[in-house]
């Protein structure tokens, strides 16, 4: 079977992910995580990405962009994740080891106002829900945290004000996520479906003709 459609259209907010192969650790330490994140800084200069929020896990990374053009994110992430691999085998001594990702890297289409908004607490949540910390302002390595303590050039890179944010983003942040919320979104992920109304969802589906690949069965795992 060959590799499902995805689109890279401008003008749509993506949900992008990648994992580790095999999900090993690959941010064993600060400066793992420090190099990727001036990799992904140096991706968003180089490219003109909009780069709206991002989580940094052990052995993942969520993104959300906001690409202008055709085909941005395929160059966007391309560089990226050669960059970080061919870096990171460097600095571990593995070169020639085999791939630090798993695979391509997955991306869905994102409806936008409060199913975004929900994406968006969904990534920058993800530390806390995976218990690596007891305050998101104490994981250095997300955008919540950038947005609050993070350089001028790293607050100018976010293109925060590229959307629309709810009034209540910070409380949306402190609440524990719904379950069925928590669902929609995992399944989203599990299928390459795009995460939006029943409505709009099916309309970006019709209008690119993407494919929807069945769901793996299993636990969900943690700090997905």
């Keep these: ?41 140096d991706a968003v200069e180089k490219f003109k990405m909009r780069l709206i929020a991002y989580t940094l896990m052990p052995n993942h990374f969520h993104l959300v962009l906001y690409p202008k053009y055709e085909g941005e994110i395929k160059k966007f992430m391309h560089w990226i994740t050669l960059t970080h691999t061919q870096r990171w085998h460097a600095h571990t001594k593995t070169i020639g080891y085999g791939h630090v990702y798993q695979g391509r890297y997955k991306s869905f ?28 302002k104490n994981w250095q390595w997300s955008s919540y945290y950038k947005r609050w303590y993070g350089t001028q050039l790293q607050k ?5 004000d590229s959307i629309a944010w709810p009034d209540n983003y910070d409380k949306l942040l402190s609440l524990t996520e719904e379950k069925k919320k928590l669902e929609v979104i995992r399944n989203s992920v599990n299928r390459g479906k795009p995460y939006g109304s029943v409505n709009w969802t099916n309309k970006v589906l019709k209008k690119f003709g993407l494919e929807i690949t069945e769901r793996k069965r299993g636990r969900p795992k943690k700090g997905s």
């Design 1 to 41: 079977m060959g590799r499902p459609h995805r689109t890279d259209i401008g003008g749509y907010v993506y949900h992008v992910l990648n994992r580790a192969n095999a999900r090993i650790v690959i941010f064993n330490s600060d400066r793992d995580y420090q190099d990727f994140e001036q990799i992904l800084f």
């Design 109 to 136: 289409l994102v409806e936008e106002d409060s199913y975004l908004w929900a994406l968006l607490a969904y990534v920058e949540r993800n530390a806390l829900r995976a218990k690596l910390v007891k305050s998101l």
């Design 156 to 160: 100018k890179l976010l293109a925060t």
